[in-house]
């Protein structure tokens, strides 16, 4: 019986593989999408635009999205932008459109401040995230939208951050800088086969979004330039970020939800997202990263093969008293990390505050975090676990883990609580319990033990079959 069980377990996983969370949760990697080809298509040249580095094209892109509105109902439109520098503002997008770039045309942003527009603050922020008050609308800018596909055969999307950061260092910025990508309460967003590349700050940020698929991107910003992350979605649910190439100067891929006491009261959490075989460098920031700002609570993320170099963390949540909010049910598994200066860090103490009206008394909740299969060569420091005096962070499962330090030095944890199986260096004291059989306690493991359970997961849906053995 025995044998034929592990055979039949076999089996299973051998059938599950390629489409390994389809079974669990629609984490929404398959894009739902009526828009693949759409029936009219225009491009930019039709408009006026010149492709030539120099002329401000902003007027160009407007215009040409003006028109295609009126595709709408006829199955939407795509915009061409054929091979060519395009230099240009901010405009914004519409429904039902597709942006398309030929693999020689670069969308360049503009570096004169006022081709990007001052906006009004997101309401879970209550402010610009870096100076009080407005901001300026990124590059390329959506509201309300539904069925939006931003493409290209690896055209590139170039920011020209390089004069913003200046403006940051020298403290010249008279508003928090843009993304390069924002697409905000939108619906059905695809964004794939691009280069985006020097980013003012935040590469690409989907906010209040849902069913969003981030697919073969490559993000590019130098290692010093300052806040540039890859990808932040935001307040956002049903997120799939699959297949990218991220070098930043700050986070690879971070998980977010609104900041202190305008989180809390925008009440919109970040959930059901996948982010999976990615690679990439977050030089002064982590490779997947959770917070600061998590008001609106993060819950139901699974990041899998991921693959990480010369960055400061690998893994990090960060919250602060203040924040409340949650974060919760996160599974974390296939992770390499090379030159990494400290592999997994979960700090509650990160501080900045929108202003002095926030409640030090809103407290987060972190539990149910599952980290395994992870592996670290060239590692300064294996990590720091630090929960809030009287708001233990609980239900920190660890497996699998083998970190090569070049020096010997403990982990450092602190109102802390949780489980581990074969992890090196040896965990702390509070980290030491035996994995529980309970799923409710560690994420993602269900009732078997987590040296199987990348396979047992799998098998949740056929859990029937566990009456053989
Ligand atoms: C998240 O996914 C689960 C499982 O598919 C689904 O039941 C739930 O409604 C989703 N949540 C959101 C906010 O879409
Ligand atoms: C977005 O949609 C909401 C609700 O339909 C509407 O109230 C609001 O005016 C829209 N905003 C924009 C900028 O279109
Ligand atoms: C990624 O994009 C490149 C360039 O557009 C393309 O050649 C390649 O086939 C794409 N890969 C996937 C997996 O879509
Ligand atoms: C896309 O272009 C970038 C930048 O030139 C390059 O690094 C990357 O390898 C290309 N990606 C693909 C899939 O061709
Ligand atoms: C700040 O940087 C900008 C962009 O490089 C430059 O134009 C400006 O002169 C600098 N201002 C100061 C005060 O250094
Ligand atoms: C900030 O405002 C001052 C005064 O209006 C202006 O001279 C400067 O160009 C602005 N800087 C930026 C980066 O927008
Ligand atoms: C991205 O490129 C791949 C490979 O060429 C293609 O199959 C896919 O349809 C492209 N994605 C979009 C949204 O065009
Ligand atoms: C562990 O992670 C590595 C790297 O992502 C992957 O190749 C391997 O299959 C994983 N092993 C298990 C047991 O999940
Ligand atoms: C652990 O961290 C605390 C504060 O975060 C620090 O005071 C202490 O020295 C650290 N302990 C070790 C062993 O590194």
């Known amino acids: 019986m025995k044998r034929s069980a592990a055979f039949l377990v076999t089996l299973l996983i051998l059938s599950s593989i390629g489409a390994p969370w389809a079974a669990i949760q629609n984490f929404d990697c398959e894009t739902k999408r009526s828009g693949a080809s759409r029936p009219h298509s225009v491009s930019v040249t039709e408009f006026g635009a010149v492709g030539d580095g120099v002329a401000l094209n902003t007027k160009a892109f407007q215009n040409a999205l003006f028109y295609l509105k009126s595709f709408a109902d006829k199955g939407g439109a795509q915009l061409f932008v054929p091979a060519g520098r395009w230099l240009t503002g901010s405009f914004v997008l519409i429904s039902h459109l597709t942006l398309s770039l030929d693999k020689d045309a670069v969308i360049i942003g503009s570096s004169d401040p006022s081709d990007w527009p001052i906006i009004d603050p997101l309401p879970s922020y209550g402010r610009g995230r870096e100076l009080p008050g407005r901001r300026h609308q990124s590059l390329i800018y959506g509201y309300n939208l539904t069925d939006v596909i931003i493409t290209g055969e690896n055209g590139t999307i170039d920011g020209q951050g390089i004069v913003w950061w200046d403006w940051f260092h020298n403290k010249t910025l008279n508003y928090t800088r843009p993304h390069l990508v924002e697409l905000m ?99 002064s920031g982590a490779g997947i990263s959770f917070g600061s700002e998590m008001s609106g609570g993060i819950s139901d993320v699974r990041a899998e093969d991921i693959h990480l170099f010369n960055s400061l963390h690998g893994i990090r949540l960060k919250t602060s008293p203040g924040r409340g909010g949650y974060i919760r049910n996160i599974y ?26 926030y409640d030090p008394k809103a407290l987060p909740i972190v539990n149910r975090i599952t980290i395994k299969n992870v592996t670290g060569e060239d590692i300064k420091l294996a990590g720091i676990f630090e929960g809030i005096n009287g708001d233990e962070f609980s239900g920190i499962c660890l497996s699998n883990i083998v970190l090569n330090l070049a020096k010997p030095k403990p982990w450092n944890c602190s109102y802390i609580k949780g489980y581990s199986d074969m992890v090196s260096p040896e965990l702390c004291e509070p980290l030491k319990g035996e994995l529980p059989e309970d799923s409710s306690v560690c994420y993602g493991d269900d009732n078997l033990r987590p040296q199987s359970s990348s396979a047992i997961r799998l098998l949740t849906p056929f859990k029937k079959f566990r009456s053989f053995s």
């Open 185 to 283: 309460y939108s619906t059905g967003v695809v964004i794939s086969n691009l280069t985006f590349t020097n980013s003012p700050f935040w590469a690409i940020h989907p906010v209040y979004c849902s069913y969003v698929h981030i697919k073969n991107v490559t993000i590019l910003a130098p290692p010093d330039s300052p806040n540039t992350d890859g990808i932040d979605p935001d307040s956002s649910d049903n997120v799939c970020i699959e297949d990218c190439y991220i070098r930043t100067g700050d986070d690879v891929i971070v998980i977010k939800s609104g900041w202190d006491e305008y989180g809390i009261s925008f009440g919109r959490p970040s959930t059901n997202i996948t982010i999976r075989r990615i690679v990439g460098q977050g030089h």
């Open 332 to 357: 974390i598994s296939g992770v390499t990390m090379k030159h990494v200066k400290m592999a997994i860090r979960i700090q509650s103490n990160y501080g900045e505050h929108p202003d002095d009206k």
